[in-house]
């Protein structure tokens, strides 16, 4: 049986919930499809010391402030389940967990969304899925020789599941940090961190609210036509959250080069020595989850649908929410996905 709707919005994380708070105030009936099988989207797969960059009143989604975590400046990834599950039902947002989006394809006037629990027909789709179901794995020579573990940032929970082993953190970015920090503060494990080039720390008073700040600041000078300013990769890469200062500041945070091969038992350096290995970390980031709109041949470079703002310049009536800077400014953040999320809706509200 085939179901009609305005919008049918694809994800049910933060900005699939964002969408539908907007698509709401727009008067537009819509549901959204959510493959998890409870809210909170993918902070409930996070690994347990995971903190935001910033407090939670800095946090928050259209409509509703965050709370503090008592206790914590920056709440940990079980307050935002909390916070995004008290969300979905605060609004009593139209989610269907564990729904499955397998394609979006074209049907005449409207858009036909097909999910494993059945089909839908739509004036407009937003996908909003994310990039954490698509982990990145570099090809890295000799990966499919080592006999050690290999995980990558979505499958590491915590430091425990490491005591007493050799671990090599592979990645020049917050997760890679953060995870390395992990575990040389928690001291029961050897741990070695590479990199492809130095890692860039942004100053100690930067955190998540003026990154906010900085990458609006940049969209709307390009969208004036003045100089790119460089956003938030012209001050570095990496927070320095509590726990990643206090590895650095302690000595136990100094990355070494990348690595030139994995063996069968460890790592080749470039200068042919070798080191022995139990587990390698991939934090080597993520590729937007977007295989249900392959139907529609919208794919530009490096995976990405051009876009103007959030509507896909090949399909005015799709719109992609929350996947980075191309999709938004900052909208792959709490705080930054509100504003794209309004101006989607108000786009699809005006469709004729």
Not at 79 to 92: A, C, G, P, Q, S
Not at 220 to 234: E, F, I, P
Request: hydrophobic share 40%; proline share 7%; charged share 20%.
């Amino acid at each position: 049986m085939t179901q009609r709707t305005d919008v049918v919005v694809v994800g049910g994380g933060q900005a699939g919930l964002a969408a539908g708070y907007h698509l709401r105030r727009q008067g537009l009936n819509f549901v959204i499809l959510d493959a998890d099988a409870a809210p909170g989207g993918s902070w409930q797969h996070m690994w347990t010391s995971l903190h935001l960059f910033s407090p939670a009143e800095h946090s928050s989604l259209p409509g509703r402030l965050m709370p503090a975590q008592p206790g914590e400046t920056y709440p940990d990834a079980g307050h935002v389940v909390d916070y995004l599950t008290d969300y979905e039902k605060r609004y009593d947002l139209p989610v269907q967990h564990g729904t499955r989006v397998d394609a979006v394809r074209r049907d005449g006037s409207r858009l036909l969304v097909e999910a494993d629990s059945g089909t839908w027909q739509a004036r407009a789709v937003i996908s909003a899925t994310g990039t954490w179901t698509r982990p990145f794995l570099p090809a890295v020579p000799g990966r499919g020789a080592f006999t050690g573990r290999q995980l990558h940032t979505v499958n590491h929970r915590r430091p425990e599941d490491f005591h007493g082993q050799r671990v090599i953190v592979v990645g020049g970015g917050n997760s890679a940090a953060q995870i390395a920090a992990d575990l040389a503060l928690d001291g029961r494990a050897e741990v070695t961190w590479v990199t492809r080039r130095p890692p860039r720390f942004l100053p100690d008073d930067i955190d998540g609210r003026a990154l906010f700040d900085v990458a609006t600041a940049r969209r709307r000078a390009l969208d004036a036509g003045r100089v790119d300013t460089g956003g938030v990769a012209s001050l570095g890469d990496i927070v320095a959250v509590p726990p990643v200062r206090a590895a650095r500041d302690a000595g136990l945070l100094t990355a070494k080069p990348m690595f030139a091969q994995l063996t069968a038992t460890g790592v080749r350096w470039a200068d042919g020595s070798r080191s022995g290995a139990d587990a390698i970390i991939w934090c080597t980031g993520f590729r937007p989850a977007l295989a249900h709109l392959a139907p529609l041949n919208l794919r530009g470079p490096r995976g990405h649908v051009p876009t103007d703002g959030t509507r896909a310049l090949g399909e005015p009536r799709l719109h992609l929410l929350g996947y980075g800077d191309w999709t938004g400014p900052a909208s792959a953040t709490l705080i930054g996905v509100g504003r794209p999320a309004r101006d989607a809706a108000r786009a699809i509200a005006g469709l004729s």
